[in-house]
Each structure stands twice: as structure tokens, then as C-alpha cells.
């Protein structure tokens, strides 16, 4: 079925997401792209999007209407949402439901069972691996398809949830290339933060969050004295907010690495490709990482970049093709793969060829590629209906 005859037939969908509009989280950057695709690649169909916990929503337009319960107090938002979802969902009898929350599936299933409306889900990180919920688990295993956006996720949820591998799916995280560009290191944040343009800067980003310690901050903190020696004008910045933060700063001081490390707190999202450029090395060898479309913001910028081998950064990074992939539990292994980099030696000479960097991870993720993988399942779930 080519997309001209599919899109035809003015289908009408149902979009659910947890936010859009008022977040910057991985997720509702997914959710984002995911609607900017649909809207794309079938712009003759009608688009009903349901948002969980947006406040403010754009007025309705020919083929999008939005409805939001972010103006709800949070303990009222999840069953007015359900509610919602449901009167919905009776009312317009969509072709297809896609929710980027797995917690949304359950409603879904309820619409399944009663008017037999196909639904499909995107499965993260964490969210998505090891389900207890009863409710969550029937409702996964009767989806119509589930969108992995990792094979390390793919392959937690069918091991642990024991579900069909014909409908789980790799969906890799896609981002906006053209807000991440190769550039000289910005004068501005240099002077901001006291640094000069030669010198080794070593960058994470990740919310300071004791939940997302598994990141690997705290790792690469633990061995920068052992970095020092080996390049004794490194500085380590970590952009990112978190109640994470009184902790770092006190492994911080007992380390005595007040003047070689930077936390700059909150971003706003203009400034953060101006960050990737300020560093010589990104670096995030995270144990916990769904996919991490951090990494691809990195390599846009033509970053040399590390993660963890053990999680979904492992995707991000193709297999180590576009990166070092280290163990994120092995400290000297860490620290000797930031020195090796940072020194111009590590073994892997992409890394050091920002152009063909950037070409490669937008030929993996960019925005047409994503389109292009989700049309694919599109067609075929409505080529057997």
C-alpha cells in the first residue's frame, strides 16, 4: 500500500501523550517528533491529541484539536484523563490509538475490548522494564504493536513480559539535527565559566536526580584526580538540575575538585548545543539508559562521545561504531578511555572526524529516517486491516 492511497481515506487518529508543549523531557521530545511525523506523512488525516499534563494547548485547527487535563490539580489529572480518553475514544472511533506512555495502554485495551480499536505504545527505559502492575502487563501483551525505542529495551520486555517478538519493535529516538551544529567552542560560556579554549573539557547532561545517578556523573567525578595527572588542565562540566545536586557538591569538595569541575544548574534549551560545542568530550556512561538522545545531540556537534555498554546508550552509539562504549561499572576503565581520548589516541578514528560524525548519526536518526521506520509499520498494520 503506497502512502498516496493510505492517506486518502482521511483516517482519524488518537495521539496521547504525557506532555508536549510544556516539558523538554526525552519523552515529550519524542512525543513532539512523533506528531510532527503523522502530521507529515498523512496530512489529509484528523488528529485528535490527548495530553496529560500540558496547561496550555494551541486552539483547535482543521485537523488537529487538542485536549489537555494539565489545568486539573494532580490528584484529579489521571482519572479526568482516563475519562477523557475514553469518552473520546467512543465518540470518534479512531483508526489507530499511538500513546508514548506505556501507563497509557491501559485505557487503551479498555477501548480495544469494547469497540476493538487498535492501539500502539512506545516503551522507553525504566518505565518499561521490569512491570509488576497486572493491569499494565494484559494491556502490553494485547497491543497491537510496541515501539521499543532500543534493543536493549525490546529484548528487557520480551524476556521479562513474555511477549510476542513479532509485535514488539525497534523505534530508535530521532532528534532535530539543525539545532545541533559543529561550531568553535562559544566565547560567552568560556568567559561565563573561566575557561580557556585549549583546554580538555570533559561534558555530561542529565538531571541531578538520586534516580538517575546511574548516569555516570558521579563515576567520572570519582576518577577526574586520576585524570589530572595524566592532563592536569581538565575541567569537567555537568549540565543539569536535580535534588541530586547537595550530594555532588559535597564529592566535590571531599575530592578537592572545586576548581576543576562546573555544574552549571539549569540550561535553557538555545544554549545547550553551545554547551555540546564547549567540550572536547562527551561523556555519559550511564547503566540505566533507555536510549539517550543526548548522545545523538553529542555527535551532531561532531563530539567525540562515551557511554555505558550495559543499556540502550549501546544503540545511540551503533554498537561503538560512532563511539567508546565502556563498562559503566569498571571506574579505571572509564578513566582510562576519557585520558585515551583526550590525548588523541583511543582507537577508533572516527571519533576524531566531526563532518563524518554528524553525517553518519543524522543518516541513523535524523528526522526523515524516524519517519521513514514509522511509515514502514504504518503501512503494514493497515495493509492486513
Not at 183 to 210: C, E, F, H, M, W
Not at 352 to 367: A, T
Request: glycine share 6%.
Amino acid at each position: 500500500m503506497n502512502k498516496k492511497n493510505f492517506s486518502k481515506h482521511n483516517h482519524h487518529y488518537h495521539l496521547w501523550f504525557p506532555g508536549l508543549f510544556n516539558s523538554t523531557g526525552g519523552i515529550e521530545c519524542y512525543s513532539s517528533l512523533c506528531l510532527k511525523a503523522f502530521e507529515s506523512l498523512y496530512p489529509d488525516c484528523a488528529y485528535d491529541i490527548v495530553i496529560k499534563h500540558d496547561t496550555d494547548v494551541p486552539s483547535k485547527s482543521p485537523n488537529l484539536c487538542f485536549h489537555t487535563t494539565g489545568n486539573w490539580p494532580l490528584s484529579l489529572r489521571t482519572p479526568i484523563l482516563a475519562a477523557q480518553m475514553i469518552g473520546l475514544g467512543l465518540w470518534r472511533r479512531p483508526k489507530l490509538i499511538f500513546s508514548t506512555h506505556l501507563n497509557f495502554s491501559v485505557i487503551a485495551y479498555l477501548l480495544k475490548r469494547l469497540i476493538g480499536i487498535p492501539y500502539w505504545v512506545a516503551a522507553h527505559g525504566i518505565e518499561a522494564w521490569d512491570i509488576q502492575n497486572p493491569n499494565l502487563k494484559k494491556a502490553l501483551k494485547n497491543a497491537d504493536l510496541i515501539l521499543a525505542v532500543s534493543n536493549y529495551t525490546r529484548d528487557r520486555l520480551l524476556k521479562e513480559q513474555n511477549l510476542q517478538p513479532d509485535r514488539v519493535v525497534v523505534l530508535p529516538n530521532t532528534f532535530t539535527p539543525n539545532r545541533f551544529r559543529i561550531a568553535p567552542k562559544p566565547d560567552y560560556l568560556l568567559q561565563r565559566y573561566g575557561l580557556n579554549a585549549q583546554q580538555p573539557i570533559i561534558l555530561t547532561v542529565a538531571r541531578l536526580s538520586q534516580s538517575e545517578q546511574y548516569k555516570g556523573y558521579n563515576k567520572i567525578l570519582s576518577v577526574l584526580p586520576q585524570i589530572r595527572q595524566a592532563i592536569p588542565n581538565v575541567h569537567y562540566v555537568i549540565v543539569g538540575k536535580g535534588t541530586d545536586r547537595p550530594a555532588v557538591e559535597q564529592l566535590i569538595a571531599e575530592s578537592k575538585l572545586q576548581d576543576c569541575v562546573t555544574l552549571t544548574g539549569y540550561v535553557p534549551d538555545e544554549e545547550l548545543g553551545d554547551y555540546y560545542n564547549l567540550c572536547d568530550l562527551f561523556a555519559m556512561p550511564s547503566r540505566g539508559e533507555g536510549f539517550g538522545i543526548v548522545y545523538l545531540e553529542a555527535l551532531a556537534c561532531g563530539k567525540p562521545t562515551l557511554a555505558g555498554n550495559k543499556d540502550g546508550s549501546v544503540d545511540a552509539l551503533c554498537q561503538g561504531e560512532l563511539g567508546a562504549l565502556i563498562d559503566p561499572d569498571d571506574v579505571e576503565a572509564i578513566a582510562e578511555a576519557i585520558i585515551q581520548i583526550l590525548q588523541g589516541k583511543y582507537p577508533n578514528p572516527l571519533i576524531y572526524q566531526p563532518e563524518e560524525l554528524r553525517k553518519r548519526v543524522i543518516d541513523k536518526f535524523g528526522f526523515e529516517r524516524f519517519q521513514q521506520r514509522l511509515n514502514y509499520y504504518l503501512e503494514k498494520q493497515f495493509s492486513q486491516t
